[in-house]
């Protein structure tokens, strides 16, 4: 259970000695401290993946509990740290690219006097992609999609006595924040339909809204989305285009993908760890992860 925990975890600890501590250490060791910290995350990630993604586990996902979380209401989230094949895939391509965006920015900001805290934001990029990857309910999942946005935010605008970095940096903030506005909505959704945000929760009980049990095309009402009036038949099918609005902002895809070109004011390591494995394939992974309700809903 450690090893799950290691690999989640040892990003945050680089990025919080780098970034809190940058300016004491120095710049060369802020840098061997990140990368050799993700070099290790790289390593026990491909372990993982040969162990749970090839080893075809049986008994279902592992699950490792970090902390009680959230409990409101109906809400009872736990952080906790989910590892199934989607997820061991995930986090080779995650850390090992991000493992070499690290060691190649050791020579590509050798000038740069900001160092310590450049490879403090990419190491709480890795983190925040990290714990958007191996989330168990929809809430830490939420949790990890705004962080990722947070550090490319940084990332894009590490340069900003430049104006064109800082309102490139803008710019992708804010047409994400467009698409996570559906991220949120198709998870109160989620929640009004099944009562929870844990994911083996919603799967176990998603087949109870396909289109085919709800008795034809006008059933009960048991959703009400901008003024229409939806039952099981298409209540799902909402849910799923409100989810897929926000891989939309992630992926850059069309009508929310203006702010990708422009993200590349920031420097090259920046475009290679957003633009080329992590932050465009967050939208990949919410669709394969709520691939239940997606199928459910063939017109989504």
Known sequence: MFLYKAIVFLPLIGAIIAGLFGRAIGAKASEYVTS?????????????????????????PIKVEVLRWIQSGG???????RVDTLTSVMLIVVNTVSTLV??????????????????????????????LVTSD????????????????????????????????????????????????LGIAG?????????????????????PHEGGGEAGEVILNLFGMQLDKAHALTGICLLLFMGAMGKSAQFLLHTWLPDAMEGPTPV????????????????VARMSPLFELSPDA
């Open 190 to 210: 989620v929640f009004v339909l099944f009562g929870s945000i844990n994911l083996d929760t919603i799967f176990a009980n998603a087949s109870n809204f396909a």
């Open 271 to 286: 475009s290679a760890l957003i633009h080329a494995a992590t932050m465009v394939t967050a939208g990949v992974l919410l």
């Open 36 to 60: 050799g910290l993700m070099i290790i995350a790289a390593v026990l990630s491909w372990f993982v993946f040969f162990t749970v993604g090839m080893g075809h586990a049986e008994g279902g």
């Open 137 to 184: 309910n929809l809430a830490q999942m939420f949790f990890g999609w705004e962080g990722v946005g947070l550090a490319s935010y940084l990332l894009i605008g590490f340069w900003f006595k430049k104006p064109s970095a800082t309102a490139a940096a803008m710019k992708a903030f804010i047409v994400n924040r467009v698409g996570d506005f559906g991220f949120v």
């Open 75 to 81: 809400i009872d989230a736990s952080w906790s740290l």
């Open 102 to 131: 690290h060691v190649y920015s050791i020579g590509y900001m050798h000038t740069d006097p900001h160092r310590p805290r450049f490879f403090a934001y990419l190491s709480l990029f890795t983190f925040a992609m990290l714990m």
